[in-house]
């Protein structure tokens, strides 16, 4: 897949305008599942407190893989939709601590991108972006998430097509943006996605890439 000619020059200016970060580890890759699982339709701010919430109340994730469905809902309340997150965190933990004997997830490092997107996307409630971020913001690897921000940004830079789907665009812009990239271009596509790039009501004269903007 051809690169854009305008995606060089847009991540080269959200470089400037943001700073370009540089990697570091977020969460270890059993939190960074269980984070973006507790993510899903609600704020960055409920889901840290969410997870800080289960890291209080259970000890290790082992425990958590053992506590009962309706306890962990109560812990994760405040993340909405705590009935489905529950049962994702409950039947995934436990499910890769059956297989793997424990929650370190170091085998993940031994598998290449795809290898371990497909083994992630097999529990519940793992989708790709949820996959991506484990790799991503825990490993350091060259894969992009697309979330919410990154979808919308990227359809109105005409990046995707109007039939993409969040699913499908994954594949298409890890295609196209070049690997050294996919860190600070999704970091920086989230930040611009909430400050000028909103959904309802784009500040596009305070755009800093409205000139390179088909929308």
Known sequence: MVTPARLPVIIRYLDQEYFRPRFAPRYPPVEELVFTILSQNTTDINSVRTLDSLRKKYPSW??????????????????????????YIKETLSALLAEQGDLKLDFLARMGDREALDYLTKFPGVGIKTAACVLMFS?????????????????????????????????????????????????????????????????CGECLIEGLCPS
């Open 139 to 203: 490993l350091g690897r060259p894969v992009m998430p697309v979330d919410t921000h990154v979808f919308r940004v990227c359809k109105r830079l005409d990046f995707l097509p109007e039939d993409a789907t969040r699913e499908s665009a994954h594949g298409i812009l890890n295609a196209i943006v070049p690997e050294d990239d996919r860190y600070s271009f999704h970091i920086n596509l989230v930040l611009h996605g909430r400050k000028v790039c909103k959904a309802l009501r784009p500040r």
């Open 62 to 87: 082992e425990d958590a893989s053992r506590a009962p469905v309706l306890e962990i809902e109560d812990a994760i309340r405040m993340s909405g939709i705590a009935g489905p997150k529950s049962r």
